[in-house]
C-alpha cells in the first residue's frame, strides 16, 4: 500500500505526521511525505528515515515575519498553500492509496481537492480539538476577524466560523478546483474536515466529547526520539539538582525574549537551575550565569525527563511530551489552542496554567510553586503512566484496514 502525508507548519505539525510515516512503513506500507522544505525538518525526517518531498516555502521565515493575528498578505499565503497541494502533493499521491493531510485550512482543503481528482481516500488529521466544530467550546478567531464576544450559542458562533472560512479562502479555492477540473466547493471548513475527521491527541489529556461530528480519536501521534542529548547539555544536568526548562517553540521573535528574564528569576528565586531553548524566538539567557544553559533543537523526550519543571507556551507537541515525562507543567498560553492546553494542565493538576499571556516575576513565581509542589510531581507521574503511546499505530491499522476494505 502507498500512502502520502501531507502537513505545513512547525515541529508540532511535522513531527507528529512523521510518527505516522514510521508506524505505517513498520506494517509494510510505502509512505512519503510532504512538508515545508525547512532544513531541521528535513534532518529530522532523514534521522527517522522518512522520505521528504519539499512543499511550499520554508515555514520558520514565515512564522517569523508574520505578525500575530494579523491579515496582511493571508490570501497570497493562502494560495500559495493551495497550489503547493494541487501540484507537489498531488504528483507524489499519483497512484497511491491515501492522502492524509493536517495543518491550516488552505493545505488540508486543497490536500482534499487534491485527494478528489486522485480519485484516492482521504483523511482529514487534526492534532488538537479546538479546531473541530463542537457546541461544547467557541471556535478560535480568525485572523482579521474576531468572533463576537457576547455571543453565548458555540454553535451559532461554529456557523459563523464556517461563514468566515469561506470568505476568506472559497474563492481562491474553487478557482483552483476550476482550473483542475474540479466543481466548487460549498463550505471550505466542512470539506476540508469531512463529517469523519480524525484526532491526535490522547483522551485523558485531551478527551473528545462526543458531538453530530464522527470524530476518530486516535491517541496522540509520537515520534519516538532516540537522539542522545549533547554531551555539554548532559554535562549541565549532571552538575546539579534538576533544572526548570524554558521554551517558547516557534513563536516569532519580540515578546518571548521579553519573558525570558522574569521567568528566570522566577526560577532562581525558587533555587533552581535553567535550560533555555533558543527556539524560533532565538532565545538567549539574560545573563552569563552559570545557573543558565542555552540549547538549540534537541531531544524534548529525553531532556523533559531530566527537568523539575516545563515552562511552556502551551503547544500540542511541547504538552504532549511534557506529559508522557511525567514532569509538571507551567503554561504561558499566548493564543490558538494554547489557553485549551494551559486549561487541561491545571485541570489534570500536572502543573499551573499561567495567568495571562505576559509573565512577570512575582506570576510565574505562582505558577512555579504550584508546579513544583509534591502533588503535582505526584500527579504528572500518575497521569503520564494512563497517557497511550500507541496513537501511531492505531491510525495506521485504521488507515490500513480502510483501504483494504
Known sequence: MRVVVSTYGSRGSVEPMAGLAVALRDLGAEVRLCAPPD???????????????????PVRPLVTSVTPGSAQGLA??????????????????????????????????????????????????SHQPVSLPSPHRRPPARRGS?????????????????????????????????????????????????????LATDPVLSPW??????????????????????????EFLDAGAPPV??????????????????????????????????????????????????VGEVNHQALFRRTAAVVHHGGAGTTTTAA??????????????????????AELGIGAAHDGPAPAADSVADALRTALAPGARARASAVAATIRRDGTTVAAKLLLDAVSS
Open 209 to 234: 466529547e462526543p458531538t453530530d461530528l464522527g470524530v476518530v480519536q486516535t491517541g496522540a501521534w509520537i515520534l519516538p526520539d532516540e537522539r542522545p542529548l549533547p554531551a555539554a547539555l548532559s
Open 146 to 198: 474576531p468572533l463576537p464576544a457576547d455571543e453565548p450559542d458555540n454553535r451559532a458562533l461554529w456557523e459563523l466560523d464556517a461563514r468566515l472560512a469561506d470568505r476568506m479562502f472559497a474563492e481562491e479555492l474553487n478557482a483552483q478546483r476550476a482550473a483542475h477540473g474540479l466543481p466548487p466547493v460549498d463550505g471550505v471548513r466542512d470539506y476540508a474536515f469531512t463529517d469523519r475527521p480524525w
Open 324 to 345: 508522557l515525562s511525567g514532569t509538571p507543567q507551567v503554561v504561558v498560553a499566548q493564543g490558538a489552542d494554547q489557553p485549551y492546553w494551559a486549561g487541561r494542565v
Open 76 to 125: 497570497e499565503r493562502a494560495a500559495a498553500l493551495m497550489a503547493a497541494q494541487f501540484d507537489t502533493v498531488a504528483a507524489a499521491a499519483e497512484g497511491c492509496d491515501a492522502l492524509v493531510a493536517t495543518g491550516p485550512l488552505p493545505v488540508t482543503a486543497g490536500a482534499r481537492s487534491a485527494a478528489e481528482k486522485l480519485g484516492v481516500r482521504y483523511v482529514h488529521v
Open 245 to 294: 526548562y524554558v521554551g517558547f517553540g516557534s513563536m516569532p521573535p519580540g515578546a518571548p525574549q521579553e519573558f525570558v528574564g522574569p521567568v528566570v528569576e522566577a526560577v532562581r528565586a525558587q533555587g533552581r537551575r535553567v535550560v533555555v531553548s533558543r527556539g524560533w524566538a532565538g532565545l538567549s539567557p539574560v545573563d552569563g550565569g552559570d545557573d543558565c544553559f542555552a
Open 39 to 57: 532544513e531541521e525538518f528535513a534532518e529530522r525526517l532523514a534521522e527517522a528515515g522518512v522520505p521528504l518531498i519539499p512543499s511550499g516555502a
